[in-house]
């Protein structure tokens, strides 16, 4: 809303991208461009590693991945052709 008032055209004046599809950025006008992330996944996988952590508190710790996927919505602007 703040960008309308102030005229700043979306995606013409300024490209806007969220991190989280939520139903709020699919009712926003433009709908918003987002990175989907698996909460449930994520969930998960916490939840093994802290069980995994409390077997073995010595345990170094690891870094892991949990796949995103973006969302391609009206709010960023085409730029490749």
């Avoid at 008032?5 to 490209?15: A, C, G, M, N, W």
């Avoid at 806007?16 to 969930?43: F, R």
């Avoid at 170094?60 to 996927?69: D, L, N």
Wanted: hydrophobic content about 35%.
């Amino acid at each position: 809303r703040y960008l309308y008032e102030q005229q700043v055209r979306v995606p013409d004046d300024v490209s806007i991208a969220t991190y989280d599809d939520s139903l709020l950025v699919t009712h926003s006008s433009p709908a918003i461009t987002s990175v989907c992330i698996n909460k449930e996944d994520i969930g998960v996988k916490a939840a093994k590693l802290m069980i995994e952590r409390l077997k073995a508190p010595d345990r170094q710790a690891e870094t892991h991945y949990i796949p995103v996927h973006l969302v391609e919505r009206d709010s960023v602007k085409n730029i490749g052709g």
